[in-house]
């Protein structure tokens, strides 16, 4: 299964998501993003969606645990592509109400 | 029309996705929509990922699983000898977790309710947990 993908741009780190987000990639995804966070070089995080077609409560973890990192930084959530179940999974958890969501890409 | 899936498989991570799968390819025969198999896939996801991540601890040991098709109606059966629940009732509220310090949300038995059309859970300090999820296929729900 494709893997993670990681750009850095400006203050902001960009996350291609794989094809299926759960507990068995999460925890990687993680660390590789707070490694880049605590390195200073970064206080945004944005999770793409757009080749996602499946994510979990352990998704939905992995991102609240990410802006409760980088919120006190004064750094930005965004979710890009969200559809189809992602979106109800977002909505149900509550998620959509704290960070930025767009369903373009 | 009646089968049966039954299924042992070790508590790694890695048979999260192959476990959801599985019970996604056993349904396509009742033809659900794509809404109904996210459904099924979500619910046996998180049920699958709490025997691996609480019962056994990220430890290993084996998730029993029985997939039943009874005409349009599909029984879900995931169980494990782990550790089990405590309070059965407050582990069903919504965003209630024990391992916080994991970034667990909470959220794994509200999907499992919301997505299927019934959830019984039997648990037992240190004898394990047992899952029992319904759904019927066309149900329109
Ligand atoms: N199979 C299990 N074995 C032991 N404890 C469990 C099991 N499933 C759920 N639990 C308990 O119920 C709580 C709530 O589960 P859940 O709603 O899936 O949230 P989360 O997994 O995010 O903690 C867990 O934190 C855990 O304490
Ligand atoms: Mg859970």
């Known amino acids: 299964m494709r893997q993670a993908q990681y750009k850095i741009e400006e203050e902001t780190i960009k996350i291609k998501l794989p094809e299926e987000l759960d507990h068995s990639n999460s925890t990687d995804i993680r660390k590789e993003i707070d490694a880049t966070i605590y390195s200073g070089k970064v206080k945004n995080v944005e999770f793409d969606f757009s080749e996602t077609s499946f994510m979990d409560s352990s998704g939905i973890g992995m991102i609240m645990g990410r802006y409760r990192l980088v919120n006190p930084l004064g750094g930005k959530v965004a979710l890009l592509g969200v559809k189809g179940n992602i979106g109800r999974i977002i909505k149900l958890s509550g998620l959509h109400k704290i960070v930025g969501e767009s369903e373009e890409k | ?141």
């Open chain 2, 1 to 141: 029309m009646r089968d049966i899936l039954k299924m042992e498989i070790l508590s790694r991570p890695e048979n999260e996705g192959f476990a959801r799968a599985s019970v996604a390819a056993f349904v396509a025969r009742l033809n659900p929509t794509l809404e109904e198999i996210n459904d099924i896939k979500t619910a046996v996801s998180e049920a699958v990922t709490n025997s691996v991540v609480h019962g056994y601890e990220n430890g290993e040991g084996t998730i029993f699983m029985e997939i039943v098709i009874e005409d349009k109606v599909v029984h879900i059966k995931i169980a494990d000898e782990g550790m089990g629940i405590d309070d059965v009732e407050r582990a069903r509220e919504p965003l209630f977790t024990t391992k916080p310090e994991e970034e667990r949300s909470g959220m794994g038995f509200t999907f499992m309710e919301i997505f299927m059309d019934r959830l019984e859970v039997e648990s037992a300090k240190g004898k394990g947990t047992s899952v029992h999820m319904v759904k019927k296929i066309g149900g329109g729900k």
